[in-house]
Nanobody, 125 residues
Framework: QVQLVESGGGLVQSGDSLRLSCAAS?????????MGWFRQAPGKERELVQV????????YYTDSVKGRFTISRDNAKNTVYLQMNSLKPEDTAVYYC?????????????????WGQGTQVTVSS
C-alpha cells in the first residue's frame, strides 16, 4: 500500500505564498509514476491543478494558476511539492496530493491510484 501525507496548508492573505509538500511512503510506491495536485473548493467539483512525471516534466490543467503555481518533485525523498505564489481568495480549497502506479499517466478523467488526506488552504482578501 502507498501512503501520501500532505503538509504546508494554512491561512494566508491575498498575494502571499505557500508551499505544499506531499511525502509518499509504502512498499509499493514507485517514483516512476505521475504525481499531482488536485483541489476542491467549497461547493465545487474537484479539479486537477498540475501533474509531474518521474523525470520532472509538468503539465498544468487549471489555467487560473499558470504562472503562479509550480509543481516539483524530489525522487530521492519521494516528495512532491506545490509552490503557490500570488495567492488569491479563489485559490481557497482543500488541496489533495495524488500518485499513480509506475508509468501510469495522470489525467482529469481517470481516478488516481492513491490519494492523500488533503490540506486546507484559505486565502483571505
Amino acid at each position: 500500500q502507498v501512503q501520501l501525507v500532505e503538509s504546508g496548508g494554512g491561512l494566508v492573505q491575498s498575494g502571499d505564498s505557500l508551499r505544499l509538500s506531499c511525502a509518499a511512503s509504502g512498499r509499493t510506491f514507485s517514483s516512476r509514476g505521475d504525481m499531482g495536485w488536485f483541489r476542491q473548493a467549497p461547493g465545487k467539483e474537484r479539479e486537477l491543478v498540475q501533474v509531474i512525471n518521474w523525470s520532472g516534466a509538468s503539465t498544468y490543467y487549471t489555467d487560473s494558476v499558470k504562472g503562479r503555481f509550480t509543481i516539483s518533485r524530489d525522487n530521492a525523498k519521494n516528495t512532491v511539492y506545490l509552490q503557490m505564489n500570488s495567492l488569491k481568495p479563489e485559490d481557497t480549497a482543500v488541496y489533495y496530493c495524488a500518485a499513480n502506479r509506475p508509468y501510469e499517466r495522470m489525467s482529469p478523467y481517470v481516478e488516481p491510484a492513491y490519494w492523500g488526506q488533503g490540506t486546507q488552504v484559505t486565502v483571505s482578501s
